[in-house]
């Protein structure tokens, strides 16, 4: 029982620690990119956090197996390098032991992951979108960049010089509605957003430039403008729900648990090294193999035609070589 808890403690161990690390660096990656487009106004700063925090048990479908395969080739590797290996093996310490023992992580791990790529991930990811797609007008006027042109759809186009608390300053906005044959021009030293039953746009201080025919253009000097119709507050985009199908999350959520058992066979034999290599010497194939195994996998996601069938094929390709290792491995061991 003593080295049971032993093992299973390095293998607890190392798996969270890696799964951390690699949290760590994914997160930090997603949002300097969420970051980059907030600073580009194609997204409102105020949601990058949560963007971020809901699309964590998505990272965490490919992390949590990746953890637990190294942690694997760490552990064992580890007990071979120090010599422990040979004094547990003389303890009863077999093969089919270890298998036994990696067994009780691998079904955590399986049965989190089912439930994160069945039931949180899609809702989260629906949540995601929406944060991402629908803007209120507060939202679209917060990211918009002074010094830059907006175009907020096919008719509009708006620039600002700079920015006061919680107006923009020195505007220029631009309404071409070549549809029905009319251009609306207004300069304005102030512009905001009204918040209230109807959002509207508030311009200050500014002149409008109308045409109205061919040759005939219409000037108004203004000091407070409000305009109700406008594409950023009525032709806010449109939020549809696109997540996966039930069927298609249910075959990628047995996908990444057959991974994870697969990974146990793969990782054992791979993990074997004499005492005068260091631990680490295994990681790089193992990363390799890995790599190799998730990559096929994510390629065939989401194909819903040759989902199915691509997807046992790489299982089974992976399987045929978890056996091969693991006969070279009983062999070595003989």
């Known amino acids: 029982m003593i080295l049971n808890r032993y093992f299973l403690k390095s293998i607890f161990s190392y798996t969270l620690t890696i799964s951390l690390i690699f949290i760590l660096i994914i997160v930090s990656s997603r949002s300097i990119q969420y970051l980059e487009q907030a600073s580009r106004g194609e997204i409102s700063p105020e949601v990058v956090f949560s963007v971020v925090l809901f699309r964590l048990p998505e990272f965490l479908e490919l992390i949590l197996p990746l953890g637990f395969f190294l942690s694997i080739i760490l552990s064992l590797g580890k007990l071979r390098a120090e010599s422990e290996f040979v004094i547990m093996e003389q303890a009863g310490f077999n093969l089919l032991r270890v298998y036994g023992l990696l067994s009780i992580p691998a079904l955590i791990i399986c049965l989190s992951l089912f439930y994160f790529s069945t039931v949180l991930s899609p809702n989260l990811e629906s949540k995601v979108t929406g944060l991402l797609e629908v803007k209120t007008p507060s939202d679209r006027f917060k990211s918009l960049t002074p010094g830059e042109f907006h175009k907020l759809d096919d008719e509009i186009t708006i620039f600002a010089r700079g920015r006061e608390k919680d107006q923009l300053v020195d505007v220029f ?89 697969l990974s146990i066979f793969i990782s054992v034999p791979i993990s074997k090294i004499s005492p005068r290599k260091g631990r680490y010497s295994r990681v790089l194939p193992g990363l390799l193999v890995f790599s190799t195994y998730t990559a096929l996998l994510l390629s065939f996601k989401g194909n819903e035609m040759i989902e199915l069938t691509s997807l046992l094929t790489v299982h089974f390709l992976f399987l045929l070589l978890a056996l091969v290792l693991n006969l070279f491995f009983l062999r070595s061991i003989k």
């Open 173 to 261: 906005l631009n309404m071409d509605r070549s549809k029905i044959n009319s251009n609306n021009v207004i300069v304005a030293k102030k512009f905001k957003v009204e918040d209230g039953l109807r959002n509207s746009l508030m311009f200050e201080d500014g002149y409008s430039y109308s045409k109205k025919e061919e040759d005939e253009f219409m000037t108004v000097q203004f000091s407070k403008l409000s305009i109700m119709d406008s594409p950023l507050i009525t032709k806010e985009k449109e939020f549809n729900s696109r997540t996966e199908g039930n069927g298609s999350a249910l075959i990628w959520s047995i996908s990444i648990c057959l991974m994870t058992i």
